[in-house]
């Protein structure tokens, strides 16, 4: 299936009506896995031409998206990671973890934007910075784009990685989400320390449920509800 491809009319605008010269755009990856961490990526692009076949890191297979991720890293004039680990997210909800982790990514670019565009209906950044929330922005706004394939290809290739010591949860396959694979896992040895503990899939494992955490009055990431 075509897609229109990502184009850089809403950093056009904001920079047109807000003033701002440099716009990084925002996504992140991993927000409804069981397992890992979530992780933001930053990206600064300018307004250049981007390259052919970029859109939302979802709607673009494996191999080519990983070869995506490999141009648009020496393409893009800089980006970084943020992550928030399992712990943080159970500890503090999802929100916050996502806020922890694109703060994260954002300081570490060698140059601070001036204003985010961030994909999504929600501005889970808030604070100090200027925010443009684009719903579907990582299939309109290269930026945004951008920043969903490398989120994705990295994070995948740290879930990879990182499930070599938990073999049976086929991490390398599912990356953190459910499966059938990853959940029978689960039902059988029970949580890794890669897992979050305060997700309602250990409700329907009776066997685990005193793992659990739960949170009072602050949001169990899985309910949230975002439009990403």
């Known amino acids: 299936m075509a897609y229109e491809p990502p184009t850089h009319s809403v950093e056009r605008s904001m920079r047109a009506t807000l003033g701002v010269r440099t ?11 069981w397992a890992g961490p979530v992780t ?10 981007p390259p052919d076949g970029l859109t939302d890191s979802k709607l673009i297979t494996p191999k080519r998206r990983t070869r995506l991720a490999a141009v648009l890293t ?17 500890g503090f909800g999802m929100t916050a973890a996502l806020r922890m982790a694109a703060e994260r990514a954002l300081a570490a670019l060698p140059e601070q934007p001036d204003a985010v565009i961030l994909d999504g209906k929600h501005n889970y950044l808030g604070g100090s910075w200027q925010v443009r929330t684009v719903i579907k922005g990582d ?16 994070r995948d290739a740290a879930m990879a990685e990182l499930g070599l010591e938990y073999a049976p949860f086929a991490f390398a396959e599912n990356v953190g989400y459910p499966s059938p694979v990853h959940r029978a896992a689960l039902e059988e040895l029970g949580p890794t320390a890669l897992h979050r503990l305060s997700w309602s899939y250990l409700d329907a494992m009776p066997r685990w449920q005193h793992l659990k955490k739960v949170r009072e009055g602050v949001d169990t990431g899985e309910q949230l509800g975002f439009d990403f």
């Open 23 to 33: 716009v990084a755009g925002v996504d992140e990856v991993g927000r409804g896995a």
């Open 40 to 49: 933001v990526c930053a990206a600064i692009t300018g307004l250049r031409r």
């Open 74 to 90: 020496e393409w893009v004039s800089s980006y970084a990671l943020g992550h928030a680990s399992p712990e943080e997210i159970d």
């Open 139 to 154: 299939q309109s706004c290269v930026a945004v784009a951008a920043a969903s394939v490398i989120a994705k290809v990295r």
